[in-house]
């Protein structure tokens, strides 16, 4: 049996009849002056519904464009090896294999939002240079400030004491570039926040519930460990991952801007994951202990801050 189509030959848009025969070793002739060829070597495009299939050839621009499907099927199965071209046609065909593909697409799609995102975003997160940490953190304190602070109310005997413990305590081989800053918030209360440029806030809320330093001194240390380990940067990430590829992999710095935009949100409106939590959890102790400080002010601390968020919305980063 012969397969009918049309002859494009890529100089016209004109289609010319031709009808195509092929022998028992796989060799196709044609009507027109075409030389023969294996039908191995042409290449067929894949099958979508009931759609015209196209024949091109290697050496030319030329091309046939058939609907004799059924046909063109069979030469595929006799004399062509076989493909993975097919596959969209054949799941079509077979509402089985169609409920397989879509439970596989929504449990692999699951996985990747579970653990894919994640994993990559502390992998994307320890690339990112710091000087671009250093620009998000910039422009979010601005932003952060002129929407959700106010001025501190502390003496400045206070933040002195608890400046100069911070400064002595900060890890020697720090990347970020510290800074503390001491703000009232009656929009966020109890809190203190961490910028991936190491711009560290508290506020007047939290540290009023504190008795001595070392409680005002432990809250710190735990939003320094957010720093060193990059949480903000990956709780970004998550939220923008293909902005952010784009960037690392480019050295594009364009999208800053909408990064930036984010971080506020991200920090004020997004808890981290309990595993960061306990992370920073780990690391203010560690640093306790180096430091010579009795860890129940941890304990205490965050027991306070605990009963007063019980009673506020918010929470505690």
């Known amino acids: 049996m012969s397969i009918q189509g049309l002859w494009f030959d890529g100089q016209t848009s004109k289609g010319e009849a031709i009808e195509l025969s092929i022998s028992d070793t796989g060799l196709v002739y044609f009507s027109n002056d075409l030389t023969p ?7 067929v495009s894949a099958q979508i519904g009931q759609t015209p299939r196209y024949i091109t050839f290697t050496d030319h621009s030329g091309h046939i464009e058939t609907s004799a499907l059924t046909l063109l099927s069979e030469w595929e199965r006799r004399f062509k090896k076989p493909s993975f071209l097919n596959l969209a046609h054949t799941l079509e065909k077979k509402w089985q294999l169609v409920a397989v593909a879509i439970l596989f697409t929504i449990f692999s799609s699951w996985m990747f939002v579970q653990y894919g995102i994640p994993a990559a975003s502390k992998s994307v997160a320890k690339v990112v240079p710091q000087v671009l940490a250093d620009e998000m953190g910039a422009e979010a304190l601005v932003i952060i400030d002129n929407q959700f602070f ?51 806030i508290i506020t007047d809320e939290l540290i009023k519930l504190t008795e001595n330093d070392a409680e005002a001194l432990a809250v710190l240390l735990h939003e320094i460990g957010h720093v060193e380990l990059r949480h903000s940067l990956r709780t970004v990430v998550q939220t923008s991952l293909i902005s952010l590829f784009t960037m690392v992999f480019t050295g594009d710095s364009t999208g800053v801007s909408s990064l930036v935009t984010m971080l506020p949100v991200v920090l004020l409106h997004t808890s981290y994951t309990r595993g960061m939590e306990e992370e920073a959890d780990a690391y203010a102790l560690q640093q306790m202990l180096k430091w010579n400080l009795p860890p129940q002010h941890f304990a205490h601390i965050m027991k306070k801050l605990s009963l007063f968020w019980s009673t506020h919305t918010g929470h505690f980063s």
């Open 37 to 43: 060829v294996s039908f191995d070597e042409l290449k």
């Open 150 to 200: 106010e001025p501190t109310t502390l003496s400045l005997e206070r933040q002195r004491s608890i400046t100069h413990s911070f400064n002595q305590t900060l890890p020697q081989n720090r990347t970020a570039h510290y800074t503390l800053h001491f703000r009232a918030s009656p929009v966020i209360g109890a809190n203190a926040l961490a910028l991936p440029s190491g711009d560290i």
